[in-house]
């Protein structure tokens, strides 16, 4: 969706003289996957013609792309003031602002939007993102539910859905949302993310699912402990250690999959291997406070 964009910005941006060859160098450069020299080559194009929006919101998508979501923010900001009434301009600034957490300003460049044009599938889909993570689930619900064609092909609108439905007291849907995460092949970040909806609706086989799908390419060290306390919470306790000794073993456990593990170890009356993980975990962080209590916190 924002290449779409990026694409539309740049077809829009001036093509005569200097700015607009580096612009076209730019576009040339992003179909190659270039985006450090795409960048170079709009900065260059946006010094020579400062007013140009479209030279703007290119610069700000490559930026954003890049994960430079703050200084995107600048560009975008300054082509939305140039061009206020350009939907396009003002998606993108709208999807930034989202995407920062600036979920007020989102919101309200969203409102305009879709006072302008109600059926505005991307700003209807933002809008339930946005409300999702403003806690208003029925907003959210309502959206969202309002673009299915959009939302089975944008995974994290599934998750956004699902949590949503739990909120509002809907949890078979929330369910199926979840299976279908799982039914797709998301990236791991996404799956994590709905391993965590299904921890709160304590849908904890759901959940363990959907950690291990993400576990083989996601590279946060506290999936371990995720995944080892989605497996406890249905009572497994021995494969909730084993999944975190495996972690600690492969150098993949976080500060939280160390105190889960030994409360495991206690639990069951292993407390010299639970010290021995407790010494091992307060070497690693010697800033956690859940590491230096008396051994006896371990018994």
Same mark, same amino acid.
């Given at each position: 969706m924002i290449a779409a964009?990026?694409?539309l910005a740049l077809a829009g941006a001036q093509s005569d003289g200097t700015a607009g060859?580096?612009?076209e160098r730019a576009s040339a450069l992003m179909q190659r996957g270039d985006l450090k020299n795409a960048e170079t080559e709009l900065r260059k194009a946006v010094?020579?013609?400062?007013?140009?929006p479209a030279l703007l919101t290119s610069l700000g998508? *490559?930026?954003g792309m890049e994960g430079d979501l703050r200084d995107a923010n600048?560009?975008?900001a300054k082509a939305v003031k140039l061009r206020p009434d350009d939907s396009l301009l003002r998606r993108n600034l709208a999807a930034n602002e989202w995407q920062l957490g600036r979920f007020r300003e989102a919101h309200e460049n969203l409102n305009r939007l879709l006072h302008s044009n109600p059926h505005d599938k991307v700003a209807i889909f933002l809008m339930g993102m946005v409300c999702e993570n403003e806690r208003d689930y029925a907003c959210s619900v309502k959206r969202l539910e309002s673009i299915p064609d959009v939302v089975q092909h944008q995974p994290e609108a599934l998750v956004a859905l699902a949590s949503s439905y739990y909120?509002?007291?809907?949890r078979n849907d929330g369910e199926s949302a979840l299976n279908a995460v799982l039914s797709r092949d998301v990236k791991p970040q996404v799956a994590f993310m709905a391993g965590r *909806?299904?921890?709160d609706a304590h849908e904890f086989g759901l959940a363990e699912r959907l950690f291990s799908t993400a576990a083989p390419g996601y590279s946060d060290r506290g999936i371990s402990a995720q995944l080892a306390?989605?497996?406890y919470r249905q009572g497994r306790a021995g494969d909730a250690e084993k999944t975190l000794v495996d972690a600690v073993d492969a150098k993949r456990a976080n500060a939280d999959a160390y105190v889960l593990l030994c409360k495991l170890m206690g639990d069951r009356g292993a407390y010299a291997k639970a010290l021995e993980f407790a010494a091992g975990a307060a070497r690693l962080f010697p800033d956690s406070p859940r590491f230096s209590r008396p051994r006896a916190h371990w018994k």
């Open positions: 964009i990026l694409v060859q580096h612009a010094d020579l013609s400062p007013n140009d998508g *490559v930026l600048v560009f975008f909120h509002v007291g809907r *909806v299904a921890m306390l989605a497996q």
